[in-house]
């Protein structure tokens, strides 16, 4: 959406070890009027799903997912980040290693918020290596759930996760899909 | 809000610890219709003080606070829950003691999104003895924003931190208030 790819060019700020940071707006601070016309767009593009639930993780993932659902006249899940492995039969749990910080948390979702009758949207402020959206995948498929699709605000495709993801069958929707960045000039450049 | 204390009492589990789990439809699943109801009334009630800002904490205060702030037309601010405390001047930092973990961790938010210009609506998903919420008005008032006052979906009016920091000139209006939790009964009072 040209919306969003102004306001990235406008706003994103590009920091070392390839991030942009966008918490003006997506992910500190939230514009929240954006995030519901992101939100319209994204449930024109699913219309056509039986839809019964939007799945997110904490934290900065919730605000979209919330709006979102809202579009969709569904509930909102988030799966928590659990820091330690412990075993509880009333808990599904993926493995997610973080792009940031290389640490390996836990994707967590109680078995009562999502069962085999569900078709899932998962939502995600960001997509890069693919590794969070990975692990929220599997929650859905522990539970027996189909997944619907994925919408995403941004996506670095240069980083590929999203692409590998595509290539297994899963239906992406970005808002916005950066091709290239760069740290010394600032420039972002979009997929066309 | 007779519809919101309903729905506590339909589908509210009081567990040991003097935990009320609501995590069907406000902090795991979340309702987003009922959200949005409660975030049309919150907005009514503060319809004559000039906000220009919501802010909350991550993460199950975000989904509230975000249709709070579309209701409003104005953005949403999260702080971010830090467990290590380092300096950095474009940060706020409040400590706050969790009443869950015992465990104390630093409400950050970053200087550029709290500001004198603000006036601030701070929104939560709970308030119990007031921690969380006395952290957020702290960080209001290093950054020099003005507090409007706190809306919170479920108070737990019998442990008074709410009682305290109304004394102490904070208005607070909650959704639901609860006056007594039986475990072994399974009831749920809310204060007249």
């Known amino acids: ?8 060019i406008r706003e994103g700020r590009i920091l070392e070890g390839d991030i942009l940071k966008v ?7 939230v514009d929240m009027q954006l995030m519901s016309q992101l939100a319209k767009e ?7 799903e039986p839809i019964t639930k939007v799945l997110t993780i904490e934290a900065s993932g ?3 997912a919330g709006v979102v659902a809202l579009e969709l006249g569904v509930p909102m899940v988030f799966a928590k980040k659990h820091s330690h492995l412990y075993i509880d039969p009333d808990l599904l749990m993926a493995p997610v290693e973080s792009f940031t910080t290389k640490n390996t948390y836990n994707a967590v979702v109680s078995r009562r918020y999502l ?31 189909t997944v619907a699709g994925a919408g995403i605000i941004i ?6 996760g999203g692409d590998t993801l595509r290539a ?6 970005s808002m916005a899909r950066i091709a290239s960045m760069d740290p010394a000039k600032g420039t972002i450049e979009f997929t066309s």
Chains 1, 2 share one sequence.
């Open 23 to 29: 918490d003006s707006f997506v992910n500190h601070q």
């Open 62 to 64: 919730i605000a979209f």
């Open 155 to 160: 996506e670095k495709a240069y980083q590929h």
């Open 1 to 8: 959406m040209r919306l969003l790819e102004e306001r990235i």
């Open 168 to 173: 297994s069958g899963l239906r992406i929707e």
């Open 115 to 145: 069962s085999p009758d569900d078709v899932v949207l998962i939502v995600d402020d960001f997509l890069a290596a693919g590794r969070a959206l990975s692990g929220l995948v599997d929650l859905c498929r522990q539970a027996g759930a």
């Open 42 to 48: 994204l449930a024109a593009r699913f219309a056509s």
